[in-house]
């Protein structure tokens, strides 16, 4: 199904300016903006996947990654095409790098389904944007989360944090936590290997924090590109200057994929990485690695376990109404 898009201008010649995201494209008639779902059309901008449905899956929250928001419950997951980053080691290339007539195992879900579907599933908090770039399925993804708001669910976005930052501000009051995959800490990483670049996922990081809504970063450690340590170590540390020490960072390991051939990132790159991010951060976590380690929650000050995870199973059983059982800490969960 097509929809006019929001957030662009009409130019000369029938030419369209998208401006949802950083890019800015300027779109001929009859061409696409870098996300390959966003078209212009009779010198109007179609968004051309609203409603299209790749992928819709009950997923545990942990998976989003969400390690801190409603642990133990599961959210209705839901994900398009396209993407507005042109990641060589996407793990999602599939759908992302997809346009809708490419995809052919679409299907047309429109929002009172979903949120019908979200409402009967076990142990369901509400709906995930997921899977793609849900930046790119902007009209789709504000009417569902609307709709499932009035409904009193939940609504998460995983994103690349890639977007300008009024159609942010339009989101933010409809979106109860985040996920920003933080790619790399330098503008030269992600302009060669995303095609975008650094400023503006830093800014709305500091957006979506001053807003007070719920926020966990991911970074993929890919060896050769961003494990470099000292820059690594200058990430956390404006971070911690962005949005606090208790941050919440999932460090996942880089497994080859699309068209990145890297061999898969050491596991003693990880647990070092792991070991300076817990200097100054303290909630850090490790993801896509087999180990013991930075998978439970600790108290930061009494080193308690209050919640125990394996695999995807959950136990919370060392904190209570938010409060860490040995020593009273207040640890920021919400549940």
């Not at 924090?209 to 200058?234: A, M, R, V, W, Y």
């Not at 209050?306 to 938010?322: A, C, E, H, L």
Request: hydrophobic share 35%; glycine share 4%; net charge positive.
């Amino acid at each position: 199904m097509i929809k006019e898009a929001q957030y662009y201008k009409k130019l000369d010649s029938q030419k369209v300016q998208c401006i949802l995201c950083p890019h800015n494209c300027i779109i001929n008639i009859n061409k696409f903006g870098k996300c390959r779902v966003r078209k212009n059309i009779d010198g109007k901008l179609i968004s051309e996947n609203y409603a299209v449905i790749s992928s819709f899956h009950s997923d545990p929250i942990e998976k989003k990654p969400l390690y801190h928001f409603y642990p133990g419950k599961n959210i209705l997951s839901i994900g398009s095409v396209g993407c507005n980053l042109k990641c060589e080691f996407c793990q999602n290339s599939s759908i992302s790098q997809s346009s809708v007539e490419e995809f052919k195992h679409a299907k047309i879900i429109y929002p009172e389904i979903i949120i019908k579907e979200a409402k009967r599933t076990r142990n369901n908090i509400g709906i995930a944007y997921t899977y793609n770039e849900p930046i790119v399925w902007y009209e789709f993804m504000l009417e569902t989360a609307k709709n499932a708001k009035d409904e009193k669910m939940k609504n998460v976005v995983v994103t690349n944090g890639y977007i300008n930052e009024d159609p942010l501000n339009e989101l933010i009051p409809y979106i109860d936590a985040f996920n920003i995959d933080l790619k790399a800490f330098t503008e030269d990483f992600y302009k060669k290997q995303t095609k975008s670049s650094l400023a503006p996922v830093l800014k709305n990081i500091e957006i979506i924090k001053n807003n007070n809504k719920h926020i966990e970063i991911t970074n993929l450690i890919i060896p050769e590109l961003n494990d470099d340590k000292q820059i690594f170590e200058d990430m956390i540390k404006e971070i911690v200057n962005i949005s606090g020490k208790n941050t919440i960072i999932h460090l996942s390991r880089y497994f080859p994929a699309y068209k990145m051939t890297l061999n898969a990132t050491d596991k003693s790159t990880m647990t070092e990485l792991f070991d300076i991010a817990k200097k100054h951060l303290n909630y850090v976590y490790l993801g896509n690695i087999k180990t013991d380690r930075g998978q439970n929650t600790y108290c930061p000050e009494c080193n308690n376990k209050v919640i125990s995870r394996t695999m995807y199973y959950t136990q919370i059983n060392g904190m209570s109404n938010q409060r860490c059982l040995n020593c009273k800490t207040e640890i920021p969960i919400i549940s």
